[in-house]
């Protein structure tokens, strides 16, 4: 009897990776991360029970003389990302990728015909995307590399852009908040596309948005290149409506839930009841200070001020905010500070708590004792609205509104 066949993303670091879910939802229940180091490629490549492999940074030229028989098209973009050992013995390999960068453009309304594109990097998939630019009539296609003629220190020289790609791995997960470039180098971009997907909103798409420019992460891409590659791995055809369905589950599953509100609105509370509802692991901000700084909040307020504790507030977020999948619990002045909203932006789905002044309790809260909360109020509301993705009423039952916020999650964060 012979070995079971392999399935799997072969790769040299893997653990920002969300493709086992996408092709187990795919039906691929074996598909699993295959991280080896460049010495140990060729012998896995040798390998017979090679059933079906997707392939990613850095071996997607790599993989090419160890294949058999690569698809015209693969060949002439230069890079693959799809392997097959068919019955023959041989290893058949194709570029996925093109279908799923297209997809990617298509479904953001980006459209590049006609249009000069900026592609930042040189690797693999910058071959997929400058080929496919190409054949969808970009008028000039431009790669910008850290040492070939156009490079990241004479980006004036393109500053006539209309497209800016990132297929470089900068503000990936775990290096969230890095940007290859300021888009303020391209004032003429209409569409910004980022290959990256963890996390959600780059530091390059965050921007994008702030500058209203069309733009979209790499997810959509990676759903539709991993339908692409089943179709090879099994030999059949997929419906195109699986791209949609896989697409919104995911949004779903790694979409973090982060509570915003007042001081005492009820944010750990209706957090705790959300977790119970949800099966999510509920991350509270202030706890995660209160275990660093060794001292409670009360403490150091009075010992260091606010200044010192709103900067503890800030590196616990920004490290909250990279997680995925999680109910995120902050502290009623986290909005104090405009840069937790890009943390907490760029996975999350955020929503306000927001209840009665009369009803919020101040023990223990050292900016709420004594305070006239209504001026808190009116100074806090304008910055609560400007980081809200919606607005939830807590003056039911907890259970009330753990409820309206699942739903109303459910309908939002499908996209």
Request: with cysteine; glycine share 10%; proline share 4%.
């Amino acid at each position: 009897m012979g070995r079971e066949q392999v399935f799997g993303l072969l790769g040299r670091k893997l653990g920002h990776s969300w493709s086992v879910p996408i092709h187990t939802a795919l039906g691929c229940r074996g598909y699993r991360l295959i991280e080896l180091e460049p010495e140990a490629l060729p012998a896995f490549l040798r390998e017979t029970d090679i059933g079906g492999c997707n392939v990613t940074i850095p071996y997607k030229r790599d993989v090419m003389p160890y294949c058999d028989v690569i698809d015209d098209a693969a060949r002439a973009i230069g890079s693959v990302n799809t392997l097959v050992r068919r019955k023959d013995g041989r290893l058949y390999a194709w570029n996925t990728d093109a279908a799923g960068f297209c997809y990617m453009l298509r479904r953001a309304g980006i459209d590049v015909a006609g249009g000069k594109v900026v592609i930042l990097g040189s690797g693999g998939a910058s071959l997929t995307a400058q080929a496919m630019c190409r054949r969808l009539g970009a008028r000039e296609v431009v790669v910008i590399s850290r040492s070939g003629e156009n490079n990241y220190e004479n980006l004036s020289r393109h500053a006539d852009a209309d497209i800016v790609v990132n297929t470089t791995p900068v503000g990936m997960f775990p290096g969230n908040g890095a940007a290859p470039v300021d888009l303020a180098a391209f004032p003429a971009c209409r569409g910004v596309a980022d290959v990256i997907y963890n996390p959600r909103r780059t530091a390059l798409l965050l921007q994008a948005e702030q500058l209203g420019i069309l733009c979209t992460d790499g997810l959509p891409m990676l759903v539709a290149q991993a339908k692409a590659a089943e179709e090879h791995f099994f030999e059949t055809s997929i419906p195109d409506s699986e791209n949609e369905r896989i697409l919104s589950q995911l949004r779903r599953e790694t979409a973090n839930i982060v509570l915003i509100g007042m001081p005492g609105c009820g944010k750990t509370t209706v957090g705790e009841a959300l977790a119970r509802l949800t099966g999510r692991e509920a991350i509270d901000i202030d706890q995660r200070i209160v275990q660093t700084a060794g001292r409670s909040i009360p403490d150091i307020f009075a010992q260091e001020g606010e200044a010192a504790f709103r900067e503890l507030e800030r590196r616990e977020t920004a490290e909250a905010g990279k997680l995925s999948g999680k109910i995120i619990l902050t502290g009623g002045g986290v909005v104090k500070d405009p840069r937790n909203y890009t943390s907490l932006h760029q996975n999350g789905y955020i929503c306000h708590l927001t209840r009665e002044l009369s009803h919020l309790p101040t023990d223990g809260r050292p900016l709420s004792q004594g305070a006239d909360l209504a001026a808190m109020w009116a100074q806090r509301e304008p910055l609560y609205a400007r980081f809200r993705d919606t607005a939830i009423d807590n003056n039911g039952t907890v259970a009330d509104t753990a409820a309206a916020i699942w739903r109303d999650f459910c309908a939002h964060s499908g996209d």
